[in-house]
């Protein structure tokens, strides 16, 4: 016998949100819908490679990029209910041409560029905040993580997810062969303790003494002071190493080092580490910049702001900030 699942518009209908909240969400997963068509088809779709542009960040753009982008942001910008939008890939927000929008978007449109010509996983994460009065500025976008009315990630992997949080707790979706949204992981926990951690070795020298010393300490193993052995994960898209957490623990770490010293981190607050920490927050995890100061209490001073990111299971939380001092 076939379970009857609940599908994504019946989980949004029950979950009493703000007026219109449950409509933009719809809208957003369905946007998702059609990047994932166009990520699925690669080298069929003429999507792969380089665009021969860079974005804001001076990053090289690839032709998904674009692509992802003008998605979510010709689908967002045509719904009455939103005021404006800002991307990973654009210089400025973008306002809607009409007026009485009641919701700002925020999206990181395909996160982990560098997976896309190897078909490895990547993904969409996206914020949604309530619109101010008056004009849309980048300004207005200019609210910590703490008052995010809603965020989420789409992973396009072996199977496509939506993982979705509008405060009351995390659920996941997976897209169905009809193109349904179907609800599979209700209520998603992360465990609190873990053997498993995420960061990118190769930066290993760059780090401050803390990280160091955190990794080195997982590295020990079993005979070293933590008495266990650690598995290293990294996929190279925050939204996959980010889902294996949620799935099964863990912690990502991708902290500041001293390549650009001035640089407080890689990371986009206002299009990865705000909306990742709410997740994360939501599932019984922690999220922090250094061990102490939490992700969501950072007050943005500009649209593309950076930060350090720390998180995952919230007892090796603890550990990497009072152990190793980070």
Request: proline share 4%; with cysteine.
């Amino acid at each position: 016998m076939t379970e009857t699942r609940l599908d994504l518009s019946a989980h949004l209908s029950a979950a009493g949100l703000t007026d219109g909240l449950a409509e933009l969400l719809a809208h957003i997963a369905a946007a998702c819908v059609d990047i994932r068509k166009v990520v699925s088809g690669g080298a069929l779709a003429g999507a792969l490679g380089a665009s021969g542009a860079v974005n804001v960040q001076d990053e090289e753009q690839k032709k998904l990029d674009v692509i992802s982008n003008d998605i979510l942001t010709d689908a967002l910008l045509a719904l009455p209910l939103v005021a404006g939008v800002a991307s990973e890939e654009m210089d400025n927000c973008q306002p809607a041409q009409h007026s009485g929008g009641k919701f700002l978007v925020l999206f990181d449109p395909l996160d982990g560029s560098s997976n896309i010509d190897i078909n490895a996983p990547v993904g969409t994460i996206f914020s949604v905040l309530a619109a101010p009065e008056g004009e849309v500025t980048d300004a207005s976008f200019m609210q910590d993580g703490r008052k995010q009315l809603a965020a989420g990630y789409v992973l396009y992997g072996g199977q496509t997810m939506l993982v979705l949080t509008t405060g009351k707790g995390v659920s996941g979706f997976t897209l169905s062969l009809d193109g349904q949204w179907l609800l599979t992981h209700p209520e998603i926990k992360i465990t609190p303790d873990t053997k498993e951690f995420a960061i990118n070795m190769s930066n290993q020298r760059h780090w401050a003494e803390g990280v160091q010393k955190y990794v080195e300490g997982c590295l020990q193993g079993a005979e070293g002071g933590r008495g266990k052995n650690f598995n290293m994960r990294w996929v190279a898209a925050m939204v996959a190493d980010v889902h294996r957490i949620m799935m099964r623990g863990g912690v990502f770490l991708y902290p500041w080092d001293k390549r650009e010293p001035n640089k407080p981190g890689k990371l986009r607050l206002m299009y990865e580490g705000n909306p990742m920490s709410f997740l994360v927050e939501q599932a019984g995890g922690k999220s922090t910049t250094d061990g102490r100061a939490a992700i969501l209490d950072v007050t943005p001073t500009q649209l593309h702001q950076r930060v350090p990111v720390i998180l995952g299971s919230a007892n090796e939380i603890d550990i990497i900030a009072d152990t190793c001092g980070v």
